[in-house]
């Protein structure tokens, strides 16, 4: 298993996928723009923590004969309760713990836990903001998550995808921020203090 980079907070100690939440979020920064502090979840940590759990093999033994192009529903609608289980009651290792704790700390105390482009979990920092950070995986082994996988031949495995910790008390607006292509639309979210959390580009809102 990889270890966990110990740098957690924004922004990023990698360079992410142009195209992601996270990437226009550094545009804007470098913009100009003011960032609210933020955890920053690399998908190293969801990688190592299946690994750890030998979470792979498990979850194809468990679907064995159903992970096809074209799944029955109802076999998937018995199997997932399944699936979602074995993620959720599984453990971090107790240094990527530590890390994410101290990471957490220099966050509100009331926090959204999310995907990019998502809505996310509100909760609070620290040990919930843990386990909604493991809920966020298991939501992976939802029926609906893995039959679109399957019939976009993607695979059983759900694509590694960075997490974002930051204040859940947030304003919507739609100011023009300064950065982007010309002309884009853009849904932007700030924290109490008036920096960017959260950012779309509207022909992808969901």
Do not use: C
Not at 25 to 49: I, K, N, S, Y
Not at 57 to 62: A, C, G, S, W
């Amino acid at each position: 298993m990889a270890a966990i980079t110990p740098h957690l907070v924004w922004p990023p100690a990698y360079e992410p996928d142009e195209h992601s939440e996270i990437a226009w979020l550094l545009r804007a920064e470098r913009a100009g723009v003011p960032v609210a502090p933020m955890v920053v979840v690399p998908t190293d940590v969801e990688t190592g923590f299946y690994a750890l759990n030998n979470l792979p093999e498990q979850l194809l033994r468990l679907f064995d004969g159903v992970a096809g192009d074209d799944p029955d529903e109802d076999d998937l609608e018995e199997i997932a309760p399944h699936a979602r289980e074995l993620v959720r009651g599984r453990a971090l290792l107790d240094e990527v713990v530590e890390r994410l704790y101290e990471a957490f700390a220099t966050l509100p105390e009331h926090v959204v836990v999310r995907r990019e482009g998502a809505d996310g979990v509100a909760t609070w920092r620290g040990r919930d903001a843990l386990l909604a950070l493991k809920r966020i995986w298991a939501d992976d082994w939802e029926v609906d998550a893995i039959a679109t996988r399957l019939r976009a031949g993607h695979g059983l495995a759900p694509r590694g995808q960075s997490v974002l910790v930051h204040d859940a008390l947030l304003t919507r607006s739609r100011e023009p921020l300064g950065f982007g292509p010309a002309g884009a639309a853009v849904d932007a979210w700030s924290d109490r203090a008036g920096r960017l959390a959260r950012l779309r580009l509207v022909d992808d809102a969901r």
